[in-house]
């Protein structure tokens, strides 16, 4: 994989070979051979190259990062690696409506911060299109998606929204990967009820994932946490940040 230094990411993938092993870890249990995976905050590629390699030639991947330098290491990335699942990338965000949005690129020594809510550590900026999933989809990829990962820094509220046009024509066993960050989230007034109730009524259950990038977390890779279920979600954002699965599986572990 291309990278650049000092960048976490890519320096974690330089020492260690592998970011977020839980998260990776999840996607070796639930993803199989063929079918689509949809990766909404794509960044330099990690998570697609890694769902393109399980999927085989058979399965799909769509590839959503609106960032001009992320995009440009994702598709460096994508046309290094032969012989996996197909790779449709696409240059926008994931939204709850169809327009244009600011996105504020991050730092060089945290790419992955990169997000359409503004902060201190955020320097330059440029206009990018947004879309729901419904457009950015196709109906025949629809019908095939396993599982979508969501990782957007603080728009999971509108990405969400957009999401929900399409709930119904998912296949009964996809499943929605997405990390929640609270503080990021630009109205204090979403929670995390607000946000996955339409979800849990669409017969969704909720799992936490522990998921976590620490360097003593690297060292033992192997060591895996399963997803458990959320019987009652709190009705004040007590997150920082977390990993949530939503998954129709009706199972106390995931």
């Known amino acids: ?50 769902a393109a390699t399980i999927l085989g030639r058979s399965g799909r991947v769509i590839a959503i990062e609106p960032s001009t330098v992320s995009f ?14 197909d790779v449709r990338c696409l240059k926008v ?23 359409m809510v503004p902060g201190w550590l955020h320097s330059g900026k440029s206009a990018t ?45 996809a499943e929605i990967l997405v990390e929640v960050c609270p503080l990021r989230w630009p109205s204090a007034q979403h929670t995390l009820r607000d946000m996955f109730d339409p979800f849990i009524q669409k017969g969704f259950n909720i799992y936490r994932l522990q998921n976590d990038a620490l360097l003593f977390r690297m060292l033992w890779p192997e060591v895996g946490r399963m997803p458990r279920r959320i019987r009652k979600l709190p009705a004040r954002n007590t997150f920082l940040v977390c990993e949530l699965i939503l998954s129709r599986r009706d199972v106390e572990v995931l």
């Open 129 to 173: 299109p947004v879309a729901p999933l419904t457009e950015l989809l196709k109906d025949e990829e629809i019908k095939h998606v396993r599982l979508i990962k969501i990782d957007v820094e603080g728009s999971e509220p509108e990405v969400l929204k957009g999401l929900l046009g399409l709930v119904d024509k998912l296949p009964q066993d």
């Open 93 to 115: 965000a994931a939204g709850a409506l169809a327009g244009e949005a600011m996105i504020y690129e991050a730092p060089p020594f945290n790419r992955g911060m990169t997000t």
């Open 1 to 50: 994989m291309y990278g650049t230094f000092p960048d976490l990411i890519s320096s974690y993938l330089y020492l260690f070979g592998s970011w977020e092993p839980d998260a990776t870890q999840y996607l070796y249990s639930a993803l199989r051979n063929g079918g689509i995976f949809v990766d909404i905050g794509a960044n330099i590629g990690y998570f697609t190259l890694t």
């Open 72 to 85: 440009d290491a994702l598709t460096i990335n994508i046309a290094a690696n032969k012989n996996l699942a």
